[in-house]
């Protein structure tokens, strides 16, 4: 096994992301599983979609749903307008289909998406935007494929975000004599507030803060092989960090 070139961003490599990270929902699932430990418990999808307080006939899309969290909340809500689900990794959409029967699901990159001007009430763009390699565009297409008056809501990690359990990783990597994770996501929150504030007229940012107090050591094994490529011997490392 060889480490990734240093110069390698594996937040914004589409081939890697497409073929590897996300090919299926297993990285995605591993990591979502961690925020059953979180204190306070935030359904993110029930909180996101309680803030936009849709009257229910909106066209909704949900631009790099991934697998269909926010789109499972729209059914189980009884959303009855047209619903569409776009990714760039087909496998993902697998994954969204059955918690969403109705959806029009679409392989879709962010930077260009095959959506009419003024389609959509409501555009979420949901923990992806970090991995898109022109930020800005993308959210220029979320704001054209919004309709003058409707919403456009982005989900975005706070610098601190994670942060112990990135250390730990950082401290496992170093023991191990690989070089560290990018400390930083592309885009966090703060950045993307002022990407947002420089193409909307009126932006409101909510935070949700909480805890993470992982009881056991399995769900940070797992999230370690998700974040991880070639996650191998990192996991005993990490594990043998963790406070006792
Ligand atoms: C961290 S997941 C978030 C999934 C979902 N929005 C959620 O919050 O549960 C990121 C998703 O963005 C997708 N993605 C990454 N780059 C993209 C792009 N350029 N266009 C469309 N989807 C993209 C990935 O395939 C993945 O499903």
């Known amino acids: 096994m060889t480490d990734p070139d240093p110069a ?7 081939d890697y992301l497409r073929e590897s990270q996300y090919k299926t929902d297993v990285n ?3 990591r979502q599983s961690v925020y059953a430990y979180q204190q306070p418990r935030i359904d993110l999808a029930r909180a996101t979609l309680s803030l936009a307080a849709l009257g229910g006939a909106e066209v909704v899309a949900d631009v790099g749903c991934g ?3 926010y789109l499972a909340e729209l059914a189980r809500r009884g959303h009855a307008g047209p619903v569409l689900g776009a990714d760039m990794s087909p496998g993902m959409l697998l994954a969204a289909r059955s918690g969403a029967p109705r959806a029009s699901l679409m392989v879709a990159d962010a930077m260009a998406l095959p959506v009419r001007d003024a389609a959509t009430g409501l555009t979420l763009a949901m923990h992806m935007l970090y991995h898109v390699p022109d930020a800005d565009r993308a959210v220029r297409e979320l704001r054209r494929i919004t309709r003058p008056g409707g919403q456009v809501i982005v989900g975005l990690n706070g610098t601190d975000h994670l942060r112990e359990l990135r250390a730990l990783i950082t401290k496992a990597l170093a023991s191990l004599g690989r ?3 990018r400390p930083r996501e592309q885009l966090s929150l703060d950045a993307g507030e002022q990407l947002l504030r420089s193409q909307f007229t009126s932006v409101t940012r909510h935070d949700f803060e ?3 107090r992982v009881p056991d050591a399995e769900p940070i094994a797992a999230y370690v092989r998700s974040r991880v490529p ?4 990192l996991v005993p490392a990490v594990l043998g960090a963790l406070p006792a």
């Open 230 to 233: 070639d996650a191998g011997p």
């Open 67 to 69: 697998n269909g969290r």
């Open 28 to 30: 995605l699932s591993a």
């Open 8 to 14: 390698w961003d594996p937040w914004t490599d589409q």
């Open 179 to 181: 070089p560290p994770v």
């Open 210 to 212: 909480g805890q993470l």
